[in-house]
């Protein structure tokens, strides 16, 4: 029988530092202290929104992460009248008067976007291409004019203006702009846009062997075999796989203590369950997901795990 090891001890969610990432958030913070948003865009898994919360964490603002949606609109941004709250007072102090007060009113909520704005928050603005260009329209007021428009809430005043330590990072994924919507060049126009990569095999061992219980050797071998694949994979549909494949394979790996060995059945297998699907959305074949298996367990035989 296979045991989970107890938990897995190291943080999941840290940030592993290295020089480019350093370099990257430091001149995003100069960026965003000038004013300006940034824009972060690159593949699924190349480290958009990890680079986002950090570099939020940075400004000691609160943080508001909000995630791009076709549904999204001005109710979600702005605010709603959520129902209505009545007050009745019925005066019969006195036997012979009868006196009643009633008053009703509407029961207003803020949006998230306006708590931001209005408490200045840094907003994370997570895939926000996948929200329809209308709806995304609002930001070029608060990035070009410093206001908030509330129009169509009904609230009194026209508009709100932007606090001065309110700023927004933009991500998104260049691969999802096909068949969603356009991002539109007006905002672009606005923005300091960042393009991040795949990183390197050194960069994606550093991260795999911080935050999982493999070897750093072990972390290489796997961050290889996962590069291989993804170099062999990359269409219109898919990007192949991603770090997160990795971390993946590293994770379960050490925590069923299946052996980091090309070899190894049960290893191919657990690489054929991570990566068969990713990979077989980029082949061109009658059956991919054959054609993907036999790619995989090519590329696990070719495996080198460095010695100790
Ligand atoms: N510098 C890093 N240090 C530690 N972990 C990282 C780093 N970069 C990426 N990761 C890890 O890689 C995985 C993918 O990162 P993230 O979710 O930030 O990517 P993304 O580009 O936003 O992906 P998507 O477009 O699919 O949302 C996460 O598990 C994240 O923790």
Known sequence: MTV???????????????????????????????????????????????????????????????HGNHELDNKDLIGNFTGYSSKKVVDHYVRSVYKKDESVTETWNDGRLLEAVKNGYTLIYDEFTRSRPTTNNIFLSILEEGVLPLYGSKLTEPFIRVHPDFSVIFTSNPAEYAGVYDTQDALLDRLITIFLDYKDIDRE????????????????AITTLVSTLRKKCSNDKSNGPSLRASLMIAKLASGQGIAIDGEDVDFQNLCIDVLCHPISRCIESDDPKAEASKLIINECSNMEIPED
Do not use: C, N, W
């Open 205 to 220: 061992t550093a991260i795999v062997a911080e935050k999982t219980d493999v070897e750093e050797r072990e972390a290489k």
């Open 4 to 66: 989970l090891k107890d938990g897995i001890k190291k943080d999941a969610r840290a940030l592993i530092q290295d020089d480019e990432t350093k370099d990257i958030l430091s001149r995003s913070l100069h960026y965003l202290k000038a004013g300006y948003s940034i824009h972060f865009t690159g593949p699924s898994g190349a480290g958009k929104t990890s680079l986002a919360l950090a570099l939020a964490k940075k400004r000691k603002r609160p943080v508001m992460l909000m």
